[in-house]
């Protein structure tokens, strides 16, 4: 675990980056913004074929207007109402492949797996925002006076429409959806159980966005977290705004939502994890007040999980 905490002190730890006065009514707002946006939906066939699984590209509008992508991988035959699974994926990167999704749709249930804007997929980043946007997407918008115009914000808004847009298609039972991700998906899966309270299952693998503080205390230029170093490097090398900076990242902060959720949570962290350290993630888990369960990679770190694969289609089969 490097200089991170060992087992029994990350049980007890409850993080140490603040939370704005103001976050629940931040995020009351930003439901309401949502609440306005169209549950419609455009379909393009896949250059992708199953013959367990229909497989296309859908498309969005977001909250400010930008066109968002999910791969949609709906199960061949369907016997009633079925579960569904939103899928989100980690940092730059995007929805990933087919074949995975397929693997679920095998077992009934259909995948909704969403781009983040402006990264490696088909979704655009249509935000305008004053400041820098150097070297990552935490730091999009920490410079703008409004903090709505936090990139962060847009996306975990993203993931609830794109569970809202499962929930409402007829071949699936709204009572039966749960979301799944690693690193920045394993944070937007929080996300979107926290400010979507229908959603029935969780399943964050080694979640992302938590807890930037501690992550900046620790060896941050190796970890997912440098961008929030470089920054202070360039532009605020005295660190006369770090309590500012700190705060207003409270509202992209998930561990600040963790106690939101009220979905059955299966979450996974490895304890040699270097790029999103223990400390960061337990953070989120200790603050979950629903049920959930504890699954440690005591050598592992942030890479491939061995069995993690069976245990997580066991627990969607269980929706």
């Not at 980056?17 to 995020?27: E, G, I, M, Q």
């Not at 939906?41 to 013959?51: G, Q, R, T």
Request: glycine share 8%; with cysteine.
């Amino acid at each position: 675990m490097g200089n991170d905490m060992n087992l029994a002190e990350l049980k007890q730890y409850e993080g140490g980056s603040p939370k704005p006065a103001d976050f629940d009514s931040y995020w009351a707002r930003a439901l309401q913004e949502l609440d306005a946006q169209s549950l419609d939906y455009e379909l393009v066939p896949a250059d992708f074929s199953s013959p367990l699984a229909d497989c296309y590209h859908l498309y969005f509008v977001g909250v400010g207007g930008a066109r968002v992508h999910a791969k949609y991988v709906k199960p061949k035959t369907t016997n009633g109402r079925g579960p569904g699974m939103a899928m989100f994926h980690g940092y730059s990167c995007d929805s990933g492949d087919w074949a995975d999704k397929v693997n679920y749709a095998a077992h009934g249930i259909t995948v909704l797996a969403m781009d983040c804007r402006g990264q490696g997929g088909l979704s655009e980043d249509n935000l305008t925002v004053q400041g820098t946007t150097i070297r990552g997407h935490i730091i999009r918008g920490i410079d703008d006076p409004n903090p709505d115009k936090l990139y962060f914000r847009n996306v975990f808004l993203d993931t609830v429409q794109t569970v809202r847009i499962l929930m409402n298609m007829e071949h699936i039972d709204p009572e039966r959806i749960g979301v799944h991700g690693l690193s920045q998906g394993g944070a937007l899966a929080a996300a979107c159980a926290a400010l979507e309270p229908r959603v029935k299952l969780a399943v964050p693998i080694y979640p992302f966005l938590a807890d930037y503080r501690r992550a900046w205390e620790l060896d941050i230029t190796t970890s997912a977290y440098e961008e929030i170093h470089y920054y202070f490097r360039f532009f605020d090398p005295h660190h006369l705004r770090e309590d500012e900076i700190f705060s207003k990242l409270g509202y992209i902060d998930i561990q600040n939502l963790a106690s939101r959720i009220e979905a059955k949570v299966l979450f996974v962290t490895g304890l040699a994890d270097t790029i999103c350290p223990p400390s960061t993630q337990f953070a989120v888990y200790n603050k979950i007040r629903s049920e959930k369960e504890l699954l440690v990679y005591y050598e592992y770190g942030h890479e491939y999980l061995p069995y993690l694969g069976d245990r997580t289609l066991q627990a969607f089969l269980q929706l």
